[in-house]
């Protein structure tokens, strides 16, 4: 080990350069990651329990979305239905208030 030290507060560690750690394919206290890691499985089990819940909300909102969007689309229908009726009568009332017109210029006068 190298003699110089590395200051952190009031501490003096030994200095050590950054060097990769060991890979430790066994541990010696095996039931660590049990325990440490337990917090973490029950968050696991609380998300797939939640999971059904999700589900059924997306697929109740999936519904609800259809539904609303196709009565906005009737509507939207309904609207331009009315336009066409309204810019095609505008177009028949004009024909009709220049049908004398038309008539007396077929016949010639």
């Given at each position: 080990m190298c003699e110089r030290?590395?200051?952190r507060g009031d501490q003096r560690l030994p200095w050590r350069p950054n060097r990769?750690?060991?890979?430790?394919l066994v541990r010696r206290r095996w039931?660590?990651?049990?325990v440490y890691g337990l917090p973490?499985?029950?968050?696991?089990?609380?998300?797939?329990?939640?999971?059904p819940v999700v589900f059924l909300v997306a697929v109740s909102f999936r519904q609800l979305a259809r539904k609303v969007t196709r009565q906005g689309s009737r509507a939207m229908a309904a609207v331009n239905d009315n336009i066409q009726e309204t810019v095609t009568g505008i177009g028949v009332?004009?024909?009709?208030r220049q049908e004398a017109l038309v008539y007396e210029a077929f016949l010639g006068r």
């Amino acid at each position: 080990m190298c003699e110089r030290t590395l200051a952190r507060g009031d501490q003096r560690l030994p200095w050590r350069p950054n060097r990769p750690q060991p890979l430790v394919l066994v541990r010696r206290r095996w039931f660590l990651p049990l325990v440490y890691g337990l917090p973490y499985l029950l968050l696991a089990l609380y998300l797939l329990a939640f999971l059904p819940v999700v589900f059924l909300v997306a697929v109740s909102f999936r519904q609800l979305a259809r539904k609303v969007t196709r009565q906005g689309s009737r509507a939207m229908a309904a609207v331009n239905d009315n336009i066409q009726e309204t810019v095609t009568g505008i177009g028949v009332a004009k024909n009709f208030r220049q049908e004398a017109l038309v008539y007396e210029a077929f016949l010639g006068r």
